[in-house]
């Protein structure tokens, strides 16, 4: 089965995560068939909306916690290496989401978490369901934020309510997220995106590269270790603080 796909109805275009027994977390696999999937949407003329949505009943709980609790086997050096190459893939997706001129909703509901609020938040617009809960996470596993984060949620919520949210990771519900897109003029919607990435300019992927360097770090210390190992046991993580 694969773990995206692409559907398309009419003018819509859907690209759906495709793991719901996991809450459609990413791993390697998901991150190279999303990327192709959006470079896919970029391209395709047809497509005047692109649909980000998760299979079941969740969006998508951020990075695979099984793809963490192997490569913290790994000695640091190793797994820094190979957190680093993750993240360097998974990020230019993100800038040809943006940059694409037609607009890109996020169809969210359930969880939306780590990687999944980055995608939410990489998206043009939200519609999010009453059930829908976001949250950072990345504290949780002793690691900073990846997918261009630390650019978006201050953009949205202003730079103290992101802080407070990705420093605390706590959740949020889908009332201070939900949007709605109506139908509309492609040429429009395409130059008014234009407009509204310009207000960022070249800091988002400035801000990407920034984050692979430190999540990279982060991964390498023994603090995310002990993140991924709490979480798989189902425990408070004990975090030393050490670099």
Do not use: W
């Not at 998974?90 to 694409?100: I, K, Q, S, Y």
């Not at 949620?153 to 897109?181: C, N, T, W, Y």
């Not at 407009?195 to 991964?219: P, V």
């Amino acid at each position: 089965m694969p773990s995206v796909v692409v559907e398309r109805r009419g003018g819509v275009l859907e690209i759906i995560l495709n793991r719901p027994e996991i809450l459609n977390a990413v791993n390697r696999e998901t991150i190279a068939a999303l990327a192709d999937a959006v470079a896919e949407a970029a391209e395709d003329r047809a497509a005047r909306v692109v649909l980000l949505r998760g299979a079941g009943t969740h969006f998508c709980a951020g990075g695979d916690i099984t793809m963490f609790a192997d490569l913290i086997r790994l000695p640091r050096t190793e797994r820094q290496t190979a957190l680093y190459r993750i993240v360097d893939t998974l990020h230019p997706l993100l800038v040809r989401m943006r940059h694409m001129p037609k607009p890109v909703v996020a169809v969210v509901q359930g969880a939306a978490a780590g990687f999944g609020l980055s995608l939410v938040l990489a998206a043009d617009l939200a519609l999010a369901a009453e059930d829908t809960v976001f949250t950072s996470g990345y504290i949780h596993l002793g690691t900073s934020p990846d997918g261009g984060m630390t650019a978006t949620l201050p953009h949205v919520v202003g730079i103290k309510r992101a802080a407070e949210l990705m420093l605390l990771g706590d959740r949020f519900d889908a009332q201070s997220a939900a949007a709605r897109l109506v139908a509309g003029p492609a040429h429009a919607y395409g130059r008014t995106k234009g407009l509204l990435q310009a207000t960022i300019g070249d800091a988002f992927d400035a801000q990407l590269r920034r984050e692979t360097e430190s999540f990279a770090a982060c991964a390498a210390t023994e603090d995310f270790a002990e993140g991924v190992r709490a979480f798989v046991d189902k425990r408070r993580p004990v975090f030393s603080g050490e670099g």
